[in-house]
Protein backbone atom coordinates (compact mmCIF):
# COMPACT_ATOMS: atom_id res chain seq x y z
CA UNK A 1 0.00 0.00 0.00
CA UNK A 2 1.73 3.31 -0.71
CA UNK A 3 1.46 6.04 1.69
CA UNK A 4 1.48 9.96 1.28
CA UNK A 5 2.73 12.39 3.88
CA UNK A 6 -0.20 15.13 3.81
CA UNK A 7 0.79 18.68 4.39
CA UNK A 8 -2.81 19.23 5.54
CA UNK A 9 -2.79 16.35 8.59
CA UNK A 10 0.78 16.49 8.62
CA UNK A 11 0.92 13.18 8.88
CA UNK A 12 1.14 10.08 6.45
CA UNK A 13 -1.63 7.82 5.64
CA UNK A 14 -2.83 5.16 3.17
CA UNK A 15 -3.20 6.39 -0.39
CA UNK A 16 -7.39 5.41 -1.25
CA UNK A 17 -8.13 7.35 -4.53
CA UNK A 18 -11.47 8.89 -4.95
CA UNK A 19 -11.70 6.42 -8.12
CA UNK A 20 -10.74 3.04 -7.90
CA UNK A 21 -7.81 2.63 -10.62
CA UNK A 22 -7.40 6.33 -11.08
CA UNK A 23 -5.68 9.35 -9.86
CA UNK A 24 -6.41 12.92 -10.46
CA UNK A 25 -3.56 14.92 -9.81
CA UNK A 26 -3.13 18.78 -10.47
CA UNK A 27 0.36 20.18 -9.89
CA UNK A 28 1.11 24.22 -9.85
CA UNK A 29 3.56 25.04 -13.06
CA UNK A 30 5.50 27.70 -13.77
CA UNK A 31 4.87 31.58 -14.29
CA UNK A 32 6.15 32.04 -18.01
CA UNK A 33 9.00 35.04 -17.98
CA UNK A 34 11.97 33.28 -17.87
CA UNK A 35 14.02 30.22 -18.24
CA UNK A 36 12.99 27.75 -15.61
CA UNK A 37 15.67 27.46 -12.36
CA UNK A 38 16.39 24.87 -9.88
CA UNK A 39 13.95 25.43 -7.87
CA UNK A 40 11.84 25.24 -10.79
CA UNK A 41 13.08 21.94 -12.16
CA UNK A 42 12.55 20.08 -8.27
CA UNK A 43 8.47 19.63 -8.26
CA UNK A 44 8.89 18.84 -12.11
CA UNK A 45 11.13 15.68 -11.74
CA UNK A 46 9.72 15.03 -8.34
CA UNK A 47 6.12 14.42 -8.80
CA UNK A 48 6.98 13.27 -12.55
CA UNK A 49 8.36 10.55 -10.56
CA UNK A 50 5.32 10.46 -8.42
CA UNK A 51 3.03 9.72 -11.95
CA UNK A 52 5.63 6.90 -13.28
CA UNK A 53 5.28 5.22 -9.54
CA UNK A 54 1.45 5.48 -9.66
CA UNK A 55 1.44 4.28 -13.25
CA UNK A 56 3.67 1.56 -12.51
CA UNK A 57 1.25 0.16 -9.50
CA UNK A 58 -1.68 -0.03 -12.35
CA UNK A 59 -3.15 3.46 -11.69
CA UNK A 60 -4.52 5.41 -14.50
CA UNK A 61 -3.07 9.15 -13.88
CA UNK A 62 -4.28 12.45 -15.13
CA UNK A 63 -1.99 14.69 -14.82
CA UNK A 64 -2.52 18.54 -14.55
CA UNK A 65 0.03 21.12 -15.09
CA UNK A 66 -1.14 24.59 -15.59
CA UNK A 67 1.33 27.66 -17.48
CA UNK A 68 0.56 31.03 -15.49
CA UNK A 69 0.80 32.92 -18.89
CA UNK A 70 -0.42 36.02 -17.54
CA UNK A 71 0.89 37.90 -14.31
CA UNK A 72 2.97 41.26 -13.28
CA UNK A 73 6.27 39.53 -13.99
CA UNK A 74 5.24 38.94 -17.12
CA UNK A 75 4.44 42.19 -17.83
CA UNK A 76 7.07 43.89 -16.46
CA UNK A 77 9.08 41.42 -19.15
CA UNK A 78 7.30 42.36 -21.97
CA UNK A 79 7.56 46.43 -21.10
CA UNK A 80 11.09 45.56 -20.53
CA UNK A 81 11.71 44.14 -23.67
CA UNK A 82 9.44 46.48 -25.33
CA UNK A 83 6.99 43.59 -26.52
CA UNK A 84 3.94 41.91 -26.41
CA UNK A 85 3.02 39.53 -23.35
CA UNK A 86 1.85 36.78 -25.20
CA UNK A 87 5.14 37.10 -27.22
CA UNK A 88 6.87 36.37 -23.92
CA UNK A 89 4.84 33.70 -22.42
CA UNK A 90 4.54 31.48 -25.52
CA UNK A 91 8.24 31.89 -26.10
CA UNK A 92 8.92 30.67 -22.66
CA UNK A 93 6.42 28.14 -22.51
CA UNK A 94 8.56 26.85 -25.54
CA UNK A 95 12.13 26.94 -23.75
CA UNK A 96 10.00 25.49 -20.53
CA UNK A 97 8.98 22.35 -22.95
CA UNK A 98 13.03 22.00 -24.19
CA UNK A 99 13.76 22.02 -20.61
CA UNK A 100 11.49 19.83 -19.52
CA UNK A 101 12.25 17.22 -22.24
CA UNK A 102 15.72 17.32 -21.20
CA UNK A 103 15.02 16.09 -18.06
CA UNK A 104 12.73 13.66 -19.08
CA UNK A 105 9.60 14.66 -18.15
CA UNK A 106 6.95 13.14 -19.71
CA UNK A 107 3.98 15.67 -20.60
CA UNK A 108 1.05 16.32 -18.57
CA UNK A 109 -2.58 14.96 -20.43
CA UNK A 110 -3.27 19.09 -19.93
CA UNK A 111 -1.46 22.23 -19.53
CA UNK A 112 -3.96 24.49 -19.25
CA UNK A 113 -2.99 28.80 -19.61
CA UNK A 114 -4.30 31.10 -17.51
CA UNK A 115 -5.84 33.59 -20.85
CA UNK A 116 -7.56 30.02 -22.43
CA UNK A 117 -9.53 30.44 -19.04
CA UNK A 118 -10.76 33.54 -18.78
CA UNK A 119 -14.69 32.83 -18.88
CA UNK A 120 -14.30 29.61 -16.43
CA UNK A 121 -12.32 32.45 -14.05
CA UNK A 122 -15.00 35.00 -14.29
CA UNK A 123 -17.79 32.83 -13.29
CA UNK A 124 -15.86 30.97 -10.55
CA UNK A 125 -15.33 34.78 -9.08
CA UNK A 126 -18.48 35.69 -9.67
CA UNK A 127 -20.14 32.72 -8.12
CA UNK A 128 -17.79 33.86 -4.74
CA UNK A 129 -19.31 37.47 -5.29
CA UNK A 130 -23.05 35.69 -5.49
CA UNK A 131 -22.35 34.07 -1.75
CA UNK A 132 -21.02 37.22 0.06
CA UNK A 133 -17.77 35.31 -0.36
CA UNK A 134 -15.74 38.20 -2.27
CA UNK A 135 -16.44 42.39 -2.93
CA UNK A 136 -15.71 44.73 -5.59
CA UNK A 137 -13.64 47.46 -4.63
CA UNK A 138 -12.85 49.80 -7.87
CA UNK A 139 -12.21 47.53 -10.55
CA UNK A 140 -10.33 44.75 -8.26
CA UNK A 141 -12.38 41.88 -6.61
CA UNK A 142 -11.26 40.16 -3.31
CA UNK A 143 -12.19 37.29 -1.66
CA UNK A 144 -12.93 37.20 1.88
CA UNK A 145 -11.19 35.25 3.88
CA UNK A 146 -13.30 35.74 7.34
CA UNK A 147 -16.11 33.80 5.19
CA UNK A 148 -13.91 30.62 5.29
CA UNK A 149 -14.15 29.09 8.60
CA UNK A 150 -10.73 26.79 7.76
CA UNK A 151 -8.66 29.75 7.25
CA UNK A 152 -5.06 28.53 8.11
CA UNK A 153 -5.25 24.71 7.96
CA UNK A 154 -2.70 23.89 5.36
CA UNK A 155 -0.02 26.28 6.53
CA UNK A 156 -0.80 25.31 10.10
CA UNK A 157 -1.08 28.97 11.08
CA UNK A 158 -3.86 30.49 13.40
CA UNK A 159 -5.72 34.05 11.65
CA UNK A 160 -3.85 35.90 14.07
CA UNK A 161 -0.45 34.69 13.59
CA UNK A 162 -1.17 35.91 9.52
CA UNK A 163 -2.76 39.02 10.50
CA UNK A 164 0.73 39.86 12.07
CA UNK A 165 2.55 38.95 9.20
CA UNK A 166 -0.01 40.64 6.89
CA UNK A 167 0.07 43.81 8.21
CA UNK A 168 2.61 45.80 6.68
CA UNK A 169 1.12 44.75 3.09
CA UNK A 170 -2.03 46.61 4.16
CA UNK A 171 -4.05 47.63 1.03
CA UNK A 172 -6.50 50.66 1.47
CA UNK A 173 -9.33 48.90 -0.93
CA UNK A 174 -9.17 45.22 1.39
CA UNK A 175 -11.68 45.02 4.12
CA UNK A 176 -9.25 42.35 5.71
CA UNK A 177 -5.27 42.53 5.26
CA UNK A 178 -5.75 38.83 4.65
CA UNK A 179 -7.97 39.54 1.72
CA UNK A 180 -6.88 38.59 -1.12
CA UNK A 181 -7.27 39.46 -5.31
CA UNK A 182 -9.34 37.50 -7.41
CA UNK A 183 -9.48 40.17 -10.27
CA UNK A 184 -7.35 43.17 -10.90
CA UNK A 185 -8.28 46.01 -12.58
CA UNK A 186 -6.17 46.89 -15.97
CA UNK A 187 -3.70 49.65 -16.02
CA UNK A 188 -3.18 51.81 -18.84
CA UNK A 189 -1.95 49.82 -21.68
CA UNK A 190 -1.71 46.32 -19.90
CA UNK A 191 -3.69 43.84 -21.56
CA UNK A 192 -7.05 42.67 -19.74
CA UNK A 193 -10.27 41.44 -19.93
CA UNK A 194 -13.61 42.93 -19.78
CA UNK A 195 -15.77 41.58 -17.00
CA UNK A 196 -18.43 42.57 -14.33
CA UNK A 197 -16.09 44.35 -12.50
CA UNK A 198 -15.13 46.27 -15.60
CA UNK A 199 -11.36 45.59 -17.88
CA UNK A 200 -9.17 43.35 -15.45
CA UNK A 201 -6.83 40.12 -15.42
CA UNK A 202 -7.24 37.48 -12.54
CA UNK A 203 -4.98 37.27 -9.52
CA UNK A 204 -2.34 34.80 -9.16
CA UNK A 205 -4.76 32.28 -6.73
CA UNK A 206 -7.89 31.91 -8.29
CA UNK A 207 -6.32 30.35 -12.04
CA UNK A 208 -5.74 27.12 -9.97
CA UNK A 209 -8.87 26.39 -8.46
CA UNK A 210 -10.70 27.56 -11.57
CA UNK A 211 -8.36 25.17 -13.73
CA UNK A 212 -8.65 22.06 -11.43
CA UNK A 213 -12.59 22.49 -10.99
CA UNK A 214 -12.80 22.44 -15.38
CA UNK A 215 -10.19 19.57 -15.76
CA UNK A 216 -10.51 17.58 -12.94
CA UNK A 217 -13.68 18.17 -10.86
CA UNK A 218 -14.58 19.71 -7.61
CA UNK A 219 -12.29 17.38 -5.75
CA UNK A 220 -8.87 15.45 -6.64
CA UNK A 221 -6.96 13.06 -5.41
CA UNK A 222 -3.30 14.76 -5.18
CA UNK A 223 -2.56 18.84 -5.11
CA UNK A 224 1.31 19.08 -5.65
CA UNK A 225 3.91 21.74 -5.58
CA UNK A 226 6.68 23.21 -3.67
CA UNK A 227 6.86 24.13 -0.35
CA UNK A 228 7.15 28.04 -1.10
CA UNK A 229 3.51 27.81 -2.72
CA UNK A 230 1.96 26.13 0.83
CA UNK A 231 0.93 30.04 1.95
CA UNK A 232 -0.23 31.99 0.68
CA UNK A 233 -1.22 30.18 -2.95
CA UNK A 234 -2.57 26.64 -1.98
CA UNK A 235 -4.22 28.12 1.46
CA UNK A 236 -6.02 30.42 -1.30
CA UNK A 237 -7.06 27.83 -2.89
CA UNK A 238 -8.31 26.06 -0.70
CA UNK A 239 -10.49 28.86 0.73
CA UNK A 240 -12.06 30.21 -2.66
CA UNK A 241 -12.51 26.81 -3.99
CA UNK A 242 -13.93 25.13 -0.83
CA UNK A 243 -16.16 28.11 0.20
CA UNK A 244 -17.85 27.60 -4.04
CA UNK A 245 -18.46 24.02 -3.62
CA UNK A 246 -18.32 22.90 0.03
CA UNK A 247 -16.21 20.19 -0.68
CA UNK A 248 -12.60 19.70 -0.17
CA UNK A 249 -10.20 20.30 -2.57
CA UNK A 250 -7.90 17.78 -2.90
CA UNK A 251 -7.58 14.77 -0.70
CA UNK A 252 -3.59 14.82 -0.56
CA UNK A 253 -1.03 17.97 -0.48
CA UNK A 254 2.14 17.26 -1.18
CA UNK A 255 4.89 19.64 -1.13
CA UNK A 256 8.59 19.03 -1.79
CA UNK A 257 10.95 20.27 0.07
CA UNK A 258 13.68 24.00 -0.63
CA UNK A 259 16.43 23.97 -2.39
CA UNK A 260 19.73 26.25 -1.23
CA UNK A 261 22.86 27.03 -3.04
CA UNK A 262 26.16 26.28 -0.86
CA UNK A 263 23.85 26.69 2.19
CA UNK A 264 22.28 30.02 1.17
CA UNK A 265 18.38 30.17 0.07
CA UNK A 266 18.31 30.48 -3.40
CA UNK A 267 17.27 33.88 -4.64
CA UNK A 268 17.32 37.15 -6.85
CA UNK A 269 18.64 39.28 -4.22
CA UNK A 270 21.70 36.33 -3.64
CA UNK A 271 22.39 36.57 -7.11
CA UNK A 272 22.04 32.49 -6.64
CA UNK A 273 19.73 31.60 -9.79
CA UNK A 274 20.95 28.80 -11.46
CA UNK A 275 18.43 28.03 -14.63
CA UNK A 276 18.32 24.52 -15.95
CA UNK A 277 19.31 25.85 -18.75
CA UNK A 278 22.94 26.64 -17.29
CA UNK A 279 23.47 23.43 -15.32
CA UNK A 280 22.64 20.93 -18.84
CA UNK A 281 25.10 22.72 -20.52
CA UNK A 282 27.38 21.53 -18.09
CA UNK A 283 26.06 18.17 -17.25
CA UNK A 284 23.83 16.01 -18.78
CA UNK A 285 20.53 16.53 -17.73
CA UNK A 286 20.15 12.82 -16.17
CA UNK A 287 22.72 13.49 -13.43
CA UNK A 288 20.54 16.97 -12.65
CA UNK A 289 17.80 14.37 -11.92
CA UNK A 290 19.68 11.84 -10.53
CA UNK A 291 20.60 14.51 -7.79
CA UNK A 292 16.85 15.72 -7.40
CA UNK A 293 15.80 12.05 -6.34
CA UNK A 294 18.93 11.54 -4.29
CA UNK A 295 17.09 13.39 -1.79
CA UNK A 296 13.75 12.58 -0.38
CA UNK A 297 11.11 14.68 -1.65
CA UNK A 298 10.12 16.78 1.08
CA UNK A 299 13.54 17.18 2.27
CA UNK A 300 15.89 20.13 1.80
CA UNK A 301 18.50 20.00 -0.58
CA UNK A 302 22.23 21.63 -0.36
CA UNK A 303 22.83 21.95 -4.00
CA UNK A 304 26.27 22.59 -4.62
CA UNK A 305 29.22 21.99 -7.09
CA UNK A 306 30.32 18.88 -5.20
CA UNK A 307 27.18 17.03 -4.65
CA UNK A 308 26.86 17.85 -8.67
CA UNK A 309 29.96 15.59 -9.23
CA UNK A 310 28.62 12.71 -6.58
CA UNK A 311 25.69 12.71 -8.88
CA UNK A 312 27.34 12.59 -12.39
CA UNK A 313 29.68 9.78 -10.56
CA UNK A 314 27.03 7.51 -9.38
CA UNK A 315 25.39 8.23 -12.92
CA UNK A 316 28.64 6.92 -14.73
CA UNK A 317 28.63 3.99 -12.20
CA UNK A 318 25.08 3.29 -13.51
CA UNK A 319 26.44 3.28 -17.26
CA UNK A 320 29.20 0.99 -16.42
CA UNK A 321 26.75 -1.70 -14.85
CA UNK A 322 24.76 -1.23 -18.04
CA UNK A 323 27.61 -1.54 -20.29
CA UNK A 324 29.59 -4.40 -18.08
CA UNK A 325 25.91 -6.05 -18.39
CA UNK A 326 24.90 -6.21 -21.63
CA UNK A 327 28.51 -6.80 -23.14
CA UNK A 328 28.34 -10.39 -21.55
CA UNK A 329 25.12 -10.92 -22.95
CA UNK A 330 26.19 -10.27 -25.60
CA UNK A 331 29.37 -12.95 -25.78
CA UNK A 332 27.57 -15.24 -23.10
CA UNK A 333 26.46 -18.39 -25.48
CA UNK A 334 24.86 -20.59 -21.81
CA UNK A 335 20.99 -20.16 -22.23
CA UNK A 336 20.45 -21.85 -18.82
CA UNK A 337 17.00 -21.34 -17.19
CA UNK A 338 17.37 -18.95 -14.27
CA UNK A 339 18.88 -19.78 -11.48
CA UNK A 340 16.79 -20.48 -8.42
CA UNK A 341 19.15 -18.22 -5.83
CA UNK A 342 19.74 -15.26 -8.39
CA UNK A 343 15.70 -15.33 -8.90
CA UNK A 344 15.19 -15.06 -5.09
CA UNK A 345 18.25 -12.48 -4.81
CA UNK A 346 15.56 -10.14 -7.23
CA UNK A 347 12.95 -11.02 -5.91
CA UNK A 348 13.99 -9.43 -2.51
CA UNK A 349 15.45 -6.40 -4.46
CA UNK A 350 12.09 -5.83 -5.84
CA UNK A 351 10.65 -5.99 -2.72
CA UNK A 352 12.68 -3.77 -1.36
CA UNK A 353 12.83 -1.19 -3.88
CA UNK A 354 8.29 -0.95 -3.80
CA UNK A 355 8.51 -1.24 -0.30
CA UNK A 356 10.87 2.28 -0.24
CA UNK A 357 8.66 3.73 -3.06
CA UNK A 358 6.07 2.79 -1.10
CA UNK A 359 6.77 4.80 1.64
CA UNK A 360 5.84 8.27 0.55
CA UNK A 361 7.99 8.02 -2.48
CA UNK A 362 11.32 7.39 -0.82
CA UNK A 363 13.27 7.76 -4.20
CA UNK A 364 16.34 8.52 -2.27
CA UNK A 365 16.30 4.77 -0.60
CA UNK A 366 15.20 3.18 -3.90
CA UNK A 367 18.13 4.58 -5.13
CA UNK A 368 20.11 2.66 -2.40
CA UNK A 369 18.03 -0.91 -3.88
CA UNK A 370 18.73 0.27 -7.35
CA UNK A 371 22.49 0.38 -6.32
CA UNK A 372 22.67 -2.94 -4.07
CA UNK A 373 21.09 -4.51 -7.54
CA UNK A 374 23.65 -2.79 -9.86
CA UNK A 375 26.24 -4.57 -7.13
CA UNK A 376 24.81 -8.38 -7.62
CA UNK A 377 25.06 -7.96 -11.02
CA UNK A 378 28.88 -6.85 -11.46
CA UNK A 379 29.29 -9.80 -9.06
CA UNK A 380 27.28 -12.03 -11.30
CA UNK A 381 28.55 -11.50 -14.35
CA UNK A 382 32.28 -12.16 -13.18
CA UNK A 383 31.76 -15.82 -12.63
CA UNK A 384 33.05 -18.53 -15.38
CA UNK A 385 29.50 -19.77 -15.86
CA UNK A 386 26.46 -17.53 -16.12
CA UNK A 387 22.90 -18.09 -17.32
CA UNK A 388 21.79 -15.56 -19.78
CA UNK A 389 17.96 -16.12 -18.46
CA UNK A 390 19.30 -14.37 -15.36
CA UNK A 391 21.36 -11.60 -16.73
CA UNK A 392 17.80 -10.78 -18.68
CA UNK A 393 15.59 -10.67 -15.78
CA UNK A 394 18.08 -8.57 -14.20
CA UNK A 395 18.14 -6.13 -16.89
CA UNK A 396 14.58 -6.06 -17.17
CA UNK A 397 14.59 -5.05 -13.55
CA UNK A 398 16.99 -2.78 -13.84
CA UNK A 399 15.06 -1.35 -17.28
CA UNK A 400 11.91 -1.20 -14.78
CA UNK A 401 13.63 1.09 -11.95
CA UNK A 402 15.39 3.20 -14.17
CA UNK A 403 11.99 3.94 -16.00
CA UNK A 404 10.10 4.53 -12.97
CA UNK A 405 12.80 7.08 -11.91
CA UNK A 406 12.63 8.54 -14.81
CA UNK A 407 16.65 7.60 -15.61
CA UNK A 408 15.99 5.32 -18.22
CA UNK A 409 17.73 7.70 -21.03
CA UNK A 410 21.03 5.95 -19.65
CA UNK A 411 19.77 2.54 -20.46
CA UNK A 412 21.05 4.51 -24.33
CA UNK A 413 23.74 6.64 -22.86
CA UNK A 414 25.38 3.64 -21.18
CA UNK A 415 25.89 1.80 -24.86
CA UNK A 416 28.55 2.76 -26.69
CA UNK A 417 27.89 4.70 -29.51
CA UNK A 418 29.76 4.69 -33.05
CA UNK A 419 31.71 7.66 -32.58
CA UNK A 420 33.89 6.05 -30.26
CA UNK A 421 34.71 3.09 -32.65
CA UNK A 422 38.47 4.72 -32.34
CA UNK A 423 38.47 3.48 -28.92
CA UNK A 424 37.50 -0.06 -30.08
CA UNK A 425 39.87 0.16 -32.68
CA UNK A 426 43.08 1.28 -30.23
CA UNK A 427 41.80 -1.52 -27.93
CA UNK A 428 42.14 -3.94 -30.38
CA UNK A 429 45.12 -2.64 -31.96
CA UNK A 430 47.05 -2.93 -28.59
CA UNK A 431 45.10 -7.14 -28.38
CA UNK A 432 47.30 -7.66 -30.95
CA UNK A 433 50.73 -6.00 -29.89
CA UNK A 434 49.75 -8.13 -26.97
CA UNK A 435 49.14 -11.35 -28.82
CA UNK A 436 53.11 -10.77 -30.75
CA UNK A 437 54.38 -9.88 -27.17
CA UNK A 438 54.60 -5.80 -28.20
CA UNK A 439 54.61 -4.86 -24.57
CA UNK A 440 55.58 -1.75 -25.36
CA UNK A 441 53.15 -0.81 -27.66
CA UNK A 442 50.30 -2.65 -26.02
CA UNK A 443 51.76 -0.15 -22.90
CA UNK A 444 52.02 3.02 -25.28
CA UNK A 445 47.94 2.65 -26.37
CA UNK A 446 47.17 1.74 -22.35
CA UNK A 447 48.90 5.29 -21.69
CA UNK A 448 47.96 6.68 -24.57
CA UNK A 449 43.80 6.04 -23.61
CA UNK A 450 44.42 6.99 -20.07
CA UNK A 451 45.33 10.45 -20.77
CA UNK A 452 42.25 10.95 -22.91
CA UNK A 453 40.23 9.74 -19.93
CA UNK A 454 39.71 6.30 -20.76
CA UNK A 455 40.82 3.32 -17.92
CA UNK A 456 41.57 -0.25 -19.47
CA UNK A 457 40.62 -3.48 -17.39
CA UNK A 458 41.48 -6.92 -18.61
CA UNK A 459 38.66 -9.61 -17.25
CA UNK A 460 38.37 -13.40 -18.02
CA UNK A 461 35.95 -11.83 -20.79
CA UNK A 462 38.35 -9.73 -22.74
CA UNK A 463 38.90 -6.35 -22.02
CA UNK A 464 36.30 -3.67 -21.18
CA UNK A 465 36.94 0.13 -20.67
CA UNK A 466 34.95 2.96 -19.10
CA UNK A 467 36.04 6.57 -18.32
CA UNK A 468 37.53 8.24 -15.51
Same mark, same amino acid.
Given at each position: ????? =???? %???????????????????????????????????????????????????????????????????????????? &????? /?????????????????? +???? *?????????????????? #??????????????????????????????????????????????????????????????????? /????????? @?????? *???????????? /?????????? @?????????????????????? /??? =?????? $??????????? %???? @?????????????????????????????????????? *??????????????????????? $???????????????????? +???????????????????? #? #?? &????????? $????????? +????????????? *??????????????????? &???????????? +??????????????????????
Amino acid at each position: MIQIY =NTLT %RKKGVFKPIQEGKVSMYVCGPTVYNLIHLGNARPLIVFDTVRRYLEYKGYEVNYVQNFTDIDDKIINKANELKKEV &KEISE /GFIQEFLVDAKALNIRQA +NVNP *KVTENIDEIKNFIQELVN #QNAAYEKEGDVYFKTEAFEGYGKLSNQSVDDLLVGARIEIEEKKMNPLDFALWKSAKPGETSWQSPW /GKGRPGWHI @ECSAMV *KKYLGETIDIHA /GGADLIFPHH @ENEIAQSEMLTHKPLANYWMHN /GYI =NINNEK $MSKSLGNILTV %RELI @EQYEPMVLRFLILSVHYRHPISFSEDLLIQAKNSVDRI *KISIDNLLHRLEIEENDHLLEKE $MKQVVEELKVRFEKEMDDDF +NTANAITVLFDLMKQINIYI #Q #QE &KVSKQTMIV $MLDIMKTWL +NILGLEPLLVEGT *KSSSEDWIEELIEERNIAR &KNKNWQRADEIR +NQLFEKGILLEDTPQGVRWKRK
